[in-house]
């Protein structure tokens, strides 16, 4: 379905090309036939354009719009044919439904359809001296089978064009996919999560902070049950992971079994209780290939309100120090103790 913020600048298109053919019709009629000539709803018509134009500056429900406009296009061309019952203002009423096209809507399209046929049939029956003086009333047949299949055709081609488009716009996210995401684990990429910190910044967010989580030992798990468990545990750790995110938060593999966590507008409290709870998560053993495998990891962060003047990678540096330097409290504390121990915010790593 098009978005309203498309067919927003489509009802701009369509509200210049009637203006134009309002503005062009009424001048020429002044300059052949006088000031007297422009038929008195023309003024109704520019009050009802003054309208439109404030509806869609002020973006007023851009759909409600879009129906508003082909309506008062046939109401027009009505008041037109009333008026001025030439042939030329009859053929120019047809170009309302190509233009209905330009929403891409089969609703709007059949609108426009209704419409013609309706001033259609007034146009045949009703001025049928002033504007077919020599057509037998029997040919009105031909003039509606003409709206037929002109409306046929273009529901066919806005058939096709949607078609067209959808198939597009589902290659389009699988190229951004692969271009913005970890083939692996499907975890964001280190272009995504540059631009994701570019877009905080810009938006001037209250603060930004970084999770950096490094795997304890994954090593160890690729040289005792092979790289294809290993992949498998880390598609897992990313799927735990991101259940404790929220949706504004980016998380980001950056290579091997390291991963980042882009947050914004957090503060230093809710950043160690994410901390706590990833690490919490990740306690629980993992059935990968028949192995139960129990995974700990060392997170650590790095925290700025400072938005304007901090970089990324100055970021991600803190983070990785303040991980390390979490990594050896719990190092200390398996040399400390022979039973499985949490220390600072460091996990031990256990194989059942």
Known sequence: M??????????????????????????????FEGLASVFPPAFLFINVGILLLMMILKKVNP?????????????????LLTDSPYLVNYLFMWLGLPLSAIYQSYRVVLLAFTGSMIINYYSFFYLHEEIFPNVVKGDFVYLVLFGVFSTAFLLTFIHMTLRLWKETKEANDRLQVIAFHDPLTGAANRL????????????????????????????????????DVGDQLLAKVVSRVRGELRESDLLCR???????????????????GLSI??????????????????VSSSVGSSYTTEVS????????????????MEKRKGTRG???SPNLVLRGRTMNLSFF
């Open 192 to 227: 995504l999560l540059k631009m994701e910190f570019d877009r905080l910044k810009e938006s001037k967010v209250d603060s930004i902070a970084l999770l950096f989580m490094d795997m304890n030992k994954f090593k160890y798990i690729n040289d005792t049950y092979g790289h």
């Open 2 to 31: 098009i978005g309203n913020e498309i067919i927003h600048r489509r009802n701009i298109i369509l509200f210049i090309l009637m203006i134009a053919f309002f503005t062009i019709q009424v001048t020429i009629n002044i300059v």
């Open 254 to 272: 950056l290579g091997g079994d390291e991963f980042v966590i882009l947050l914004s507008n957090i503060d230093h409290k809710e950043l160690e």
């Open 277 to 294: 709870r990833i690490q919490a998560s990740m306690e629980q053993p993992l059935s990968i290939n028949n192995h139960t495998i129990q």
């Open 63 to 79: 759909r409600v719009i879009m129906y508003a406009m082909i309506t008062c296009t046939y109401i027009y061309f009505y008041y």
């Open 309 to 324: 003047c901090v970089d990324l990678d100055t970021l991600i540096k803190e983070a990785d120090g303040d991980m390390y």
């Open 334 to 336: 398996q040399a400390l």
